[in-house]
């Protein structure tokens, strides 16, 4: 019988997630989170089920497989302190995020640009070779840019 982290390496093999997402900023694309649940779509071939829902202040992402279950927390920002529509982008970066981590999609560090622009760096310009996070001895550091 095939384990949870089997499947999820195959259905990783036999799926393809599309970038529709554009940062004008860094010239870039990503995922946004409608690309990420339609490539999901096709786990359920596999086995491999998830869920996305709210408990104790935290945003969960499960996902499941036969009777393993794997299991993601993030705690979310209060509301009093934050406007309601930041903290719906917030939400959606934080599902997005936990989706691509627990399923093994790849997606570029476009945060880590970000903090890096707002302390004095440049961001990644085209052509140019940033590790995103990558350690540039990795074999597949490439594909992370």
Avoid: W
Wanted: proline share 5%.
């Amino acid at each position: 019988m095939a384990t949870l982290k089997q499947q999820l390496a195959a259905f990783r093999t036999a799926t393809s997630v599309r970038k529709d997402g554009h940062n004008p900023f860094f010239n870039s694309s990503y995922y946004e989170l409608e690309d990420i649940l339609n490539a999901l779509k096709g786990a359920s071939e596999f086995g491999v089920y998830f869920a996305q829902y709210f408990a104790d202040g935290n945003l969960i992402t499960e996902i499941e497989h036969e009777k393993e279950v794997m299991r993601s927390f993030i705690k979310l920002p209060e509301l009093q302190e934050k406007n309601h529509q930041e903290v719906a982008k917030q939400i959606t970066y934080f599902r997005r995020i936990q989706l691509i981590t627990m399923f093994g999609i790849c997606e570029p560090d476009i945060d880590g640009n970000e903090t890096a622009v707002e302390g004095g760096l440049s961001p990644r310009t085209s052509g140019s070779k940033a590790s995103g996070g990558v350690p540039p001895s990795s074999p597949d550091a490439d594909d992370f840019l």
